[in-house]
């Protein structure tokens, strides 16, 4: 057998964790000799970055946790050909909870294959979907399995992908254009970025695959510039695929031609709806506009246009090479196939994980994802970011599935899973995500501009403890106003995080209201942190860290804090080795 | 083009297949409001007032304006909930909009003058015209222009330059010049005879005002009045030394002369009952003023030598000023108060005034407290009367010292007694000023309501009482307050007298939408760069002698050039849109609340950089239609969204004024903006 691989996870993930500096150090030190060192992207375990891999044929142990000392017990182990028992994250209890369940469809490759590489990408099957459809299928046997399939549009939309695709190909001419939607803008959400960054030939093949069955021949991929490292993979990957003529004219000899651009968006989130992401592509202000007319009868440059988003594209080679059966064998409802989610916020394993649907919310948050990280109840999850809602622990039976998901309140959205616990405060929640969509309005419509700006200002008056009670009913109408009548979705999706966290917590809202208290402890003009002298030793540590000095206490007797000189920063909670101050 | 029918509110149109929801509705006579839509413009779909309904939709309200008609569609213009989304959509724009429709004088003014456009006419001497702009709101401009306590010049712009304008005086000023040149003041003529007949109980400021404006109308107006002169409280509760007898004569008689017929030393309830007023009229109007003194509530207050300040002035104003002595105590903090001080020194007394808070919190106007101060009289603030009583033929006043304690209901903070702190002083007379009440009992044989404080019910806008045809106005239905609010009440009430009479929905004076920058000390600084300071023009007074002794007036009045002067510093604050304005015209059909979405808002941004045309971007609501004037009519790119979120604005990009731009002054934008975002400059207007 020959040399070992050894594959250092380098998503932006990886490297922010320092798996940058892990694979500098192996690369120094091993020099190539006892293992071939290579590259990676995530592999969804982010809770236990930076992640080591190594590969010897079939065999392949996944360490994670790995500073450079443990590389170095790697890099002996190797040697010894006995590789460290610790940190095999996919064999403990962890990694078997967080993995039993997974099925990776959209994700199949990422954390396997060298993104960089088309020769890993083909080795894994990579374009042979392509061939198959250029070869084998017409156009109308591509469509026909897609929406055999049940694949739906996974940005959240869950609009029939089948459907929207026989829409182009039945638009007239052949000037038509396929549009990626990379502009992954959620607060939490990174499903389009691991993808990106880990299988950027699977996208260029899902889109290519598209083309093919709905006839355009341009094709832009409209990524956030704050996804450096996504972008230069994907441009590689086109590239690369341009040099093996599977993009460009006349590809593979078939006569097919797809020509595939980059466009890095400058990070308004509001171009992530369709309209306004279009006119951010043909350099206007990127502001939504109305539809009818929609992008299949006019898109871009006013030619039939089809947008969908990275991972509906990511999930297309695997049903043509598959089979429809293979990816709607799994289906709850009207959804079939699987979701990528990023676990976020306050859980135990932080990470992207792929689910099939019918899976439950609650085996997702404490099953995969092990409960909350502080070992308190977990008490909601939200999901679909700033348009989306949040789910209480009452409703964790609830399936996931884009029906079941919108009939509570919230929506699945494009995968983000944001987890809270006892000490979230939930008018604090929905004051963030507000706060979020009132800055990331394009301005244009009145409910959206300035009705997401009013809902601010009273959920700010009900954290401040100056909100009253007529301010709910207040809030409510406005939401209901804005929801109603905004043109795009950010406007019409805005008052959810507010309406769910009304319908479900209503009463934390009356508590700051009537009461003045935050039951989260969370909001800081409701709170008091003081010390409790019973346990107070005097160390003085906690005065030393004070910034604003509102801590005074000769040493070794009792410390009080002056509540108008504090400013509720939490910093004496976290220094004080006693357990001797509480927050009231 | 073939034809497509639909339903609108259930009734059947047919239009052409490409026409909007608008249009359709348009041509069923329906009036929906727009703000981002123009005729010669793309439709854009960003100010959402002309919002529908479509039946089949997903509950969503779409915009009328670019959505197309299908045949057999079913769409809802008009419905409460329809209603409710334009309602709010006005409160949101409104909540960020920084403009006043009407001047803050004007709008501050209970009679609703139109004083910048009065103090415009005499700046360039047309007093005469000025008196009849008055007239149009307030007969009495030399009345009101004597005495008034000028809540205006409280909301006066310029007062953020140096000092308000003197626009008191300035009536006072228009009627003595209207007077002196035409002999008397000039009435418009009463419309023909209508053949209904009103009475009216009480010959003060709001019966006759209310008087006179349905005399106008060509009623057949007859006023039943106590006293033997006119004048109510204008009379007996102001000394003649601020409002002379001859000014009440010539105003109030030009009234009577124009056909209102006044039946003097009627006294209702003793005389005549009010129900056989009611019983031989179309319509009856109660304007009998708050004529009771209210009590300070301490032992010996019904001694002799203890008197009540409506008594004093009353007989006063009958010429028979009662000789107090020589010590008086004059107690409470209003201008009544002060009224009855300023007229006991000039009986040659040595007055003091005893007031229980400080002089802060005094109702008096700080200028009357300033004429009683430089007059003689004393004030002991924190000072509060606790018993009378007399002892060996000597009237003795039990005081005891206050603090200031919590804010009450009224914001004022509530004087507390200070323990120990009492003493006595002895008085040859004691007035009580401390409050009027409204002495309903002449009138109740009409069974009308009346709240516990005495006040005639009656509604705020069409000042109906629960009675249909009987009104009440003045201070029997505000409680006492100023002349100028009864002036205006009489005149609203005339209003919906003459809608009762003529068989109309009574529902009051229509009101149009006002919006407001706010109070005078949250302005932005900004806003008064650009003005030069100059002073406010002095009243000239009498000499001190003659004023401590006599009764002869005070203040002599401004000649023209002061006049002139006096009316050029102002600013000409108000819109000058706000006759043209869609913003105003929807907020007034749909109730608009501008404080319900208190928060922030933009701030003061004027460009008048152009000769041509001016941006008010302060005022803008951002429906763009400016912006897509400029590129789809005129093809330039003068004006673009900045920014994004809240702080969007329409304006000339990267901060430049419009003269750096390539901005000819098309007013292609001025044609479309539906406020007054962007005008053409007044002086380009006119040309």
């Keep these: ?584 | 083009m073939s034809e497509v029918t639909l339903f609108i509110n259930n009734r059947e149109v047919t239009v052409e297949e490409d026409s909007t929801i608008l249009e359709a509705a348009r041509k069923l006579g329906y009036d929906v409001p727009t703000f981002c839509h123009a005729e010669n413009l793309k439709p854009f779909t960003s100010c959402f007032i002309c919002a529908v309904k479509v039946e089949g939709g997903k509950g969503n309200l779409v915009p009328s304006c670019a959505t197309k008609v299908r045949d057999g569609m079913k769409v809802t213009v008009e419905d409460e909930e329809i209603d409710a989304s334009r309602r709010m959509c006005l409160n949101l724009l409104l909540s960020d909009h920084c403009g006043d429709c009407l001047p803050p004088c004007e709008s501050t003014c209970p009679s609703s003058i139109d004083i910048r456009g009065f103090l415009a006419l005499v700046r360039e001497g047309k007093e005469l015209e000025a008196a009849q702009l008055i007239r149009q709101k307030a007969p009495i401009p030399g009345i009101l222009g004597r005495i008034c306590p000028r809540p205006c010049e409280d909301a006066c712009r310029r007062t953020r330059v140096d000092e308000p304008i003197s626009i008191c005086f300035m009536k006072r000023h228009i009627s003595d010049t209207e007077i002196a040149q035409m002999g008397k003041p000039q009435l418009p003529e009463a419309a023909p005879a209508t053949g209904k007949k009103v009475a009216v109980i009480g010959a003060g400021p709001a019966g006759m005002t209310a008087a006179y404006f349905l005399k106008l109308q060509g009623h057949e107006v007859t006023v039943y009045e106590k006293h033997a002169t006119s004048g109510g409280m204008l009379r007996y509760g102001i000394p003649y030394y601020r409002l002379t007898d001859e000014t009440l004569k010539a105003e109030l008689g030009v009234i009577e002369e124009m056909g209102v017929k006044v039946n003097y030393g009627v006294e209702i309830g003793k005389d005549i009952t009010a129900k056989s007023l009611e019983a031989d009229h179309h319509a009856l109007i109660l304007a009998i003023g708050a004529q009771g003194a209210s009590a300070m509530r301490v032992e010996g207050e019904d001694l002799p030598g203890v008197y009540s300040g409506i008594e004093y002035l009353g007989a006063a104003g009958e010429n028979q000023i009662p000789d107090l002595g020589r010590k008086i105590y004059v107690v409470g903090g209003g201008n009544t108060a002060i009224d009855c001080a300023r007229t006991a020194v000039r009986t040659g007394a040595d007055v003091t005034i005893l007031y229980r808070r400080t002089r802060a919190e005094m109702p008096a106007s700080d200028f009357e407290i300033d004429e009683a101060l430089h007059e003689g009289v004393k004030i002991e603030y924190l000072n509060a009367p606790t018993a009378i009583t007399r002892e060996n033929g000597k009237l003795l006043l039990s005081c005891i010292r206050m603090e200031l304690g919590e804010p009450d209901e009224s914001g004022r903070r509530s004087p507390v007694p200070v323990k120990g702190s009492e003493y006595t002083v002895e008085a040859s007379a004691i007035v009580s000023a401390i409050g009027q009440k409204v002495l309903p009992g002449c009138v109740e044989d009409l069974g009308i309501d009346v709240s516990r404080w005495g006040t005639l019910l009656a509604d705020d806008k069409t000042f109906q009482t629960s009675r249909p045809g009987i009104f009440a106005c003045g201070d029997c239905q505000t409680g006492a307050d100023i002349a100028v609010r009864a002036v205006g009440n009489g005149r609203k009430t005339a209003w919906a007298v003459n809608q009762y009479l003529s068989g109309e929905a009574v529902t009051g004076e229509p009101e149009l939408f006002n919006s407001t920058m706010g109070p005078l000390e949250s302005l932005d600084p900004a806003m008064f760069e650009n003005y030069d300071p100059a002073d406010r023009i002095k009243m000239p007074v009498i000499d001190d002698q003659t004023r401590r002794t006599t009764f002869a007036e005070v203040e002599t009045g401004f000649v023209p050039s002061e006049a002139q002067k006096e009316a050029a510093r102002c600013l000409e604050c108000g819109c000058d849109a706000a006759e043209d304005c869609r913003l105003r015209e929807y907020s007034t059909r749909y109730n608009v609340d501008q404080t319900l979405f208190a928060g922030d808002r933009r701030a003061f941004r004027l460009d008048g950089s152009h000769e041509k045309v001016k941006m008010e971007v302060h005022k803008c609501i951002n429906c763009g239609a400016c912006v897509r004037a400029c590129a789809e009519v005129k093809g330039l790119d003068v004006l673009a969204y900045v920014n994004r979120g809240f702080a969007t604005r329409m304006t000339a990009p990267f901060g430049r004024s419009l003269i750096d731009t390539e901005c000819d002054g098309c007013g292609e934008c001025v044609k479309v903006c539906p406020t007054a975002g962007i005008m053409f400059q007044k002086e380009a207007a006119l040309s």
Aim: proline share 4%.
């Design chain 1, 1 to 584: 057998m020959g040399k070992p691989k050894l594959l250092v996870g380098l998503g932006s993930c990886g490297i922010a964790a320092g798996a940058q500096v892990v694979f500098n150090h192996i690369k120094e030190k091993d020099k190539g000799v006892l293992a071939d060192l290579d590259v990676t992207s995530c592999v969804g375990m982010c809770y236990a970055e930076p992640l080591v891999e190594v590969v010897s044929g079939e065999e392949r142990v996944l360490f994670g946790q790995v500073d450079t000392a443990f590389a170095d017990r790697i890099l002996k182990g190797i040697a010894d050909g006995r590789l460290p028992e610790e940190n095999r994250v996919r064999e403990d209890s962890d990694g078997k909870e967080y993995l039993a369940r997974q099925v990776k469809v959209a994700l199949r490759n990422c954390g396997v294959i060298n993104p960089e590489s088309l020769e890993e990408y083909r080795a894994v099957g990579g374009y042979q979907a392509l061939e198959k459809c250029l070869k084998e299928l017409t156009p109308q046997g591509v469509l026909d399995i897609i929406k055999e399939s049940g694949l739906a549009g996974r940005g959240g939309g869950f609009f029939p992908t089948g459907m929207k695709w026989s829409f182009l190909a039945k638009a007239p001419g052949d000037d038509k254009y396929l549009v990626c939607n990379a502009d992954e803008g959620d607060p939490g959400a990174f499903m389009d970025r691991a993808m990106l960054e880990g299988d950027p030939h699977g996208l260029v093949e899902g889109m290519l695959i598209a083309s093919y069955a709905t006839g355009a021949r341009h094709g832009y991929v409209y990524c956030r510039a704050e996804y450096p490292l996504a972008i230069k993979r994907l441009r590689k990957a086109i590239e690369e695929a341009k040099g093996q003529n599977l993009l460009g004219d006349n590809i593979l000899g078939t006569g097919h031609s797809f020509h595939l651009k980059v466009k890095e968006g400058a990070g308004a989130f509001v171009c992530g709806e369709e309209t306004a992401l279009m006119a951010s592509i043909e350099g206007r202000r990127g502001m939504p506009t109305l539809r009818p007319p929609f992008p299949a009868e006019a898109g871009i440059k006013g030619m039939p246009t089809n947008i969908n988003n990275v991972e509906t594209y990511e999930n297309v080679a695997f049903i043509i090479s598959r089979g429809a059966e293979e990816f709607n064998k799994y289906s709850c409802g009207r959804s079939t196939g699987t979701k990528v989610f990023a676990l976020a916020g306050k859980i135990k394993r932080v990470g992207l994980v792929e689910i099939p649907m019918g899976m439950t919310i609650g085996e997702v948050v404490n099953g995969l994802g092990g409960g909350s990280s502080s070992g308190l109840p977990v008490k909601a999850v939200q999901m679909g970011g700033p348009a989306g809602g949040c789910i209480p622990r009452s409703l964790f039976d609830t399936t996931i599935d884009a029906d079941s998901i919108n009939a509570t309140g919230a929506i699945m959205g494009s995968g983000g899973m944001v987890v809270m616990d006892e000490t979230t405060c939930m008018v604090d929640v929905a004051k963030y995500f507000l706060a979020f969509t009132q800055k990331e309005s394009c301005g244009k419509c009145t409910f959206c501009r300035i009705g997401t700006k009013r809902m601010l200002e009273i959920l700010t008056r009900i954290t401040d403890g100056k909100g009253e009670e007529k301010d709910l009913d207040l809030l409510e109408d406005l939401a209901n106003h804005v929801k109603k009548t905004s043109l795009c979705g950010l406007g019409q999706l805005a008052p959810n995080p507010v309406l769910t966290t009304l319908k479900y917590f209503r009463e934390e809202y009356l508590a700051h209201i009537n009461e003045k208290r935050c039951p989260a402890k969370a909001c800081k003009p409701l709170i008091t942190i003081r010390i409790k002298p019973e346990k107070c030793t005097g160390c003085t540590a906690c005065a030393r860290v004070c910034a604003v000095k509102a801590i005074s206490g000769e040493r070794k007797e009792i410390h009080t804090i002056d509540p108008d000189v504090c400013t509720r920063c939490g910093l004496c909670l976290e220094t004080c080795k006693f357990d001797a101050i509480e927050v009231v």
